[in-house]
């Protein structure tokens, strides 16, 4: 009986094995595919912009009732998406956002996916994605918008290889900001006043910022130096320290500020240079209500009383055991 049990474990253990050479010799015939495959690296020593952009995202306001000229909710949502891309990766140091794009900046010695570009593109547009339709919820939940159907984000990866160069490019985007925005808040204040789209556009044509800015304050009323920086100037994401009820916090903080000017990046050097940190803890002020913030601050309530309730049952298992 025993030598009959041997040989059926002898007759099995052969025929996998020999299934398992099988196995390992078809992957060996058909893995010559991989060569096929090409890898990109970037360039070292240079800074590497992953830029964000919605595509048909034109369709999707529409149909999703965002406001015109500017939805804060909209632009709020595509924060909490920036904030996810910058949590994943601690070598961003720097995050800008405006309308349905997000740009990220990678250090120059970033070694992430050992600079693969189509890694690195393809992992930043599917994870602001998945975190853009994640938030939904809790950014339009108390407007009972719901999601018709989903987004989508093409991105690119550009490299720059001069600080003065990645300055020029945020300087770009925010300089973009202005001319939509201004453009956008005149044409939309003309329609809702009774002109069709058409004729709001024939009446801004060959218009300078002077002559909209004219034309917002005499037949509207609105100074547009007054209106929100959020809209005027874009999100900025830095991660920084901040002091919460007495304990410093490594959070992405929100700032709405002009970074073509000096002054930003002088108030801010760990950007170019992350030995530049300073020890001061940032100052949070009104951002304290912003919901990237909150958001943070959320995840990390919830998670000192997990390990609380997870040290007080180990505690209780430590007592019962003793």
């Known amino acids: 009986m025993l030598s009959s049990c041997r040989k059926a474990l002898y007759t099995l253990a052969k025929h996998s094995a020999r299934s398992f050479q099988s196995s390992a010799m078809a992957l ?22 992953v830029r964000i952009d919605g595509k048909g995202f034109h ?20 924060n909490l998406a920036g904030m996810t891309v910058m949590q994943e990766f601690n070598e961003i140091a720097i995050g800008y956002g ?22 690195l ?7 602001f994605t998945s975190a853009y339709m994640f938030h939904w919820k809790r950014i339009f939940d108390a407007r009972s918008v719901t999601m018709r159907y989903p987004p989508s984000f093409d991105a690119r990866a550009v490299l720059y290889p001069t ?10 985007r925010q300089a973009d900001v202005h001319v939509n925005n201004l453009y956008n808040t005149t ?33 509207f009323g609105i100074n547009y130096n007054n209106e929100p920086l959020i809209y005027r100037k874009g999100t900025i994401l830095l991660p920084k320290s901040v002091c919460i009820a007495g304990k410093k916090q490594k959070l992405i903080v929100p700032i709405f500020d002009d970074l073509i000017g000096d002054a930003f990046w002088v108030k801010h050097p760990e950007i170019l240079d992350k030995k530049a940190k300073s020890d001061d803890a940032f100052e949070l002020g009104e951002d ?35």
């Open 59 to 78: 369709r999707f306001c529409n149909v999703h009732t965002f406001t015109k000229p500017n939805d804060l909710d909209a632009l709020q949502l595509m």
């Open 163 to 172: 600080d003065e160069n990645l300055r020029d490019y945020l300087s770009w």
């Open 98 to 119: 405006q309308s349905d794009e997000y740009s990220f900046v990678f250090r120059r010695e970033a070694s992430v996916y050992q600079r693969r570009r189509d890694k």
């Open 121 to 127: 593109v393809s992992y930043v547009a599917s994870l």
């Open 288 to 322: 304290l209500s912003q919901p990237v913030v909150r958001y943070q601050l959320e995840v990390h309530t919830l998670r000192k009383a997990g390990m609380k309730k997870l040290e007080t049952s180990m505690s209780t298992l430590q007592t019962d055991a003793s």
């Open 28 to 49: 060996s015939r058909f893995e010559y595919v991989k060569q096929f495959e090409q890898e990109e690296k970037l360039l070292p020593n240079c800074w590497v912009v």
């Open 187 to 219: 044409f939309w204040n003309l329609v809702a006043s009774g002109l069709s789209n058409s004729d709001a556009e024939k009446r801004l044509q060959g218009t300078l910022a002077s002559d909209k800015n004219e034309i917002l304050f005499s037949q």
